[in-house]
């Protein structure tokens, strides 16, 4: 099994079929059912064991991860070779040229021929232990041969640009963000908590460097690239050899032209010096060696013309202006459309309808606008319809932030989105309301808002794909008890911006009932804690629009909880103080120190503001110190609060 993932994934040379890899895949699996004392840890099918992570722990590396100089032209890349040459004074000396692969770079740690540790580059120093999901990289060996007992690889982790554009199309129907570049995606890909889904993005790694206690291992870089090789590492069949500069160069524009036929991306070429004593002799400058340079390419660009901007709404209610664009030519692909962002972005740009653009493709399919280069004729300036282009509902820009959003809880380009969210498991817990039935309920026209939840019968759900009477049974009853989720849980299920589960309590715990929310004015609404200027805006503004108005209602006439008992905090020597607390305390838990604070009639907010009257700190605190003490807030002790509950 490991020759034949040796053969398909690293040499990519398979000699038996697919289904018949399969097969051996589900015999061995069988075979450690049987005997489960014969698994080890490096068998083909312990790829994806780990457990998920609440984090990554750091690790330092044995040597520093520098990164390379550039050179961005032929000029630049021979004044490089004359530094090299100099330095060396007179003694002959060869290239390697590598592809620059566009990914992020990782050292992985043998020990006895076993995988031990795979940490990523990090700040070059310290980098984060990645083990569990670089053993999901099939390209990236368990277990060698070889004499090294203990050596190290550093290489590239990418992911190969079809990979890359199917997880994009993917997370677009899913209404996740895509990922910019496919080193983007490599790179969260590969610092996943959760294996399985590194696993399952099916990374890449390329071998470049072959290190034995932190210093190259062989007296020639060619040479441990073969050796790489023979010992199962992928190591890309492009790198070549290259005897002087002339012919360093002519391997680079080689390169650049067959840039777009590689199944991966490139950025450049690496050529590193091949003989190490004379890579020691010219040594490191503070950020990186003297005896590799990066040859990066252009970005591939290209002019056209602004015909339109179209504004498309996404499933959060965002709107993003798209560039049309008379249809250009970019490295083997047809580009007609742009995305523009945000309003802010085209402000930068200086862009109008009508202008000649500069257009750059980096990775991804969707290419972006770099510049203006010719002011059009008739220009016309863009601007934000005040109006959403799909429902006409009100179109807000909040303050700090770049995105406009149609507020329209309803709105068709969102509404999905918006049942999910209400119907979610600690907001309104309808159970079995999820992506499935949502889609389908919404397709049909069966939800076109959703107050339409509490209005859904059996005969509709049983016209659905797979639903039997009594799954379909089972939703009604949920829909039914969710009538009595109390007030935060409807306030935090209209899906205002900025109002979560927590503002949405203290809303409810403050005002009593949803009218009260709703007429309040935005001074009003300021009254309570944690709500600031920005959440009363967007509180205000969406009881304001038209649409959303009309689902209150309905959702009021389908007898959701509107009311709730305001609950009165404790009558104390604190009443009236607000507290935050930090560090740790010598002799009581946080949760210990908030009960007696709210039984002395206090109250404990989470972050440090003006409204805060003590940051009781403890040992360790942070930077909630330094904003109280910015903001002149009074800082007091555990012994201090005690006092001031009147305890000692
Ligand atoms: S050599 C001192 N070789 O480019 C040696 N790097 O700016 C440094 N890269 O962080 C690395 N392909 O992530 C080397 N064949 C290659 C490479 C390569 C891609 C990346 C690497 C590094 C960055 C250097």
Not at 338 to 367: C, F, K, M, Y
């Amino acid at each position: 099994m490991r020759r034949h993932e040796h053969l398909y994934y690293v040499l990519d040379q398979p000699e038996i079929s697919d289904a018949e890899y399969d097969a051996s895949m589900r015999r061995l699996r069988e075979l450690e059912a049987e005997h489960p004392e014969l698994v080890t840890a490096d068998s083909p099918t312990q790829r994806v064991g780990g457990k998920p992570r609440e984090g990554f722990v750091k690790v330092r590396h044995s040597s520093a991860m520098l990164s390379l100089d550039n050179a961005l032209n032929e000029g630049e890349l021979r004044d490089f070779d004359r530094r090299v040459r100099d330095l060396l004074a007179g003694e002959p000396y060869q290239y390697v040229a590598e592809l620059k692969l566009d990914g992020l770079s990782m050292a992985a740690h043998y020990e006895d021929g076993r995988l031990r540790l795979a940490i990523t580059r990090g700040d070059g120093r310290v980098g984060e232990d990645v083990t569990e999901n670089a053993r999901t990289i099939r390209a990236l060996p368990l277990r060698v041969s070889g004499k090294l007992p203990r050596f190290e690889v550093r290489g590239e982790v990418i992911m190969l640009t079809k990979n890359f554009q199917q997880l994009n199309a993917d997370r677009e129907t899913q209404g996740l963000p895509r990922y910019a570049n496919p080193r983007n995606s490599a790179a969260g890909s590969l610092r996943m908590l959760e294996p399985s889904i590194t696993a399952s993005r099916q990374l890449d790694f390329f071998a470049y460097l072959l290190l034995v206690d932190g210093k190259p291992y062989s007296m020639s870089h060619w040479e441990s690239l073969l050796l790489l090789q023979e010992m199962g590492f992928k190591v890309n069949p492009k790198n070549r050899c290259c005897p002087d500069v002339g012919e360093l160069f002519a391997f680079c524009q080689e390169m650049e032209s067959r840039r777009d036929s590689l199944p991966y991306e490139i950025d450049g070429v690496v050529a590193k010096v091949d003989s190490i004593a004379q890579q020691d002799n010219l040594g490191w400058t503070a950020k990186a060696p003297r005896w590799a340079i990066a040859f990066k390419f252009p970005a591939r660009q290209e002019e056209t013309v602004v015909d339109n901007i179209e504004v498309q709404v996404g499933r959060t209610g965002a709107l993003t202006p798209v560039a049309h664009l008379r249809p250009v030519f970019i490295s083997g692909v047809t580009v007609a459309r742009a995305t523009l962002h945000n309003e802010d972005e085209i402000q930068r740009l200086d862009l109008h309808i009508g202008d000649t653009v500069l257009i750059e493709r980096s990775g991804d399919v969707i290419p972006k606008v770099v510049r203006v280069t010719r002011q059009g004729g008739e220009r016309r300036p863009f601007q934000m319809p005040k109006l959403c282009p799909v429902c006409e509902g009100d179109v807000v820009r909040a303050e700090g932030e770049a995105a406009s959003r149609c507020i329209n809880s309803n709105c068709p380009a969102r509404l999905k989105e918006t049942i999910l969210h209400y119907a979610a498991r600690g907001v309104m817990d309808i159970d079995g309301m999820g992506d499935v039935l949502v889609n389908q309920l919404v397709d049909r026209g069966m939800l076109k808002s959703v107050a339409d939840i509490y209005q859904l019968t059996l005969e509709q759900l049983l016209q659905l794909d797979r639903m039997g009477k009594k799954s379909a049974e089972k939703i009604l009853a949920n829909i039914q008890r969710s009538r009595s989720q109390p007030l935060p849980r409807v306030l935090n299920g209209l899906g205002i911006s900025f109002v979560g589960e927590r503002t949405a309590q203290i809303l409810a715990n403050t005002f009593g009932s949803l009218d009260e929310i709703e007429q309040a004015d935005e001074a009003a609404l300021q009254t309570a804690d944690e709500v600031g200027p920005k959440v009363a805006e967007s509180i205000r503004r969406f009881f304001h629009e038209h649409h959303n108005k009309e689902l209150v209602e309905r959702l009021r006439e389908a007898g959701l909880q509107f009311m709730q008992e305001i609950h009165k905090p404790a009558e104390g020597p604190l009443t009236g103080k607000t507290f935050v607390l930090t560090g740790t305390l010598p002799t009581m838990t946080r949760e210990e120190a908030k009960a007696r604070i709210e039984a002395a009639g206090g109250k404990v907010t989470d972050s440090v503001s003006k409204k805060t009257h003590y940051l009781v700190a403890g040992e360790a605190a942070g930077s909630k110190l330094t904003k109280a003490q910015a903001l002149g807030v009074q800082v007091v002790d555990e012994a201090a609060l005690l006092n001031l509950i009147g305890v000692n």
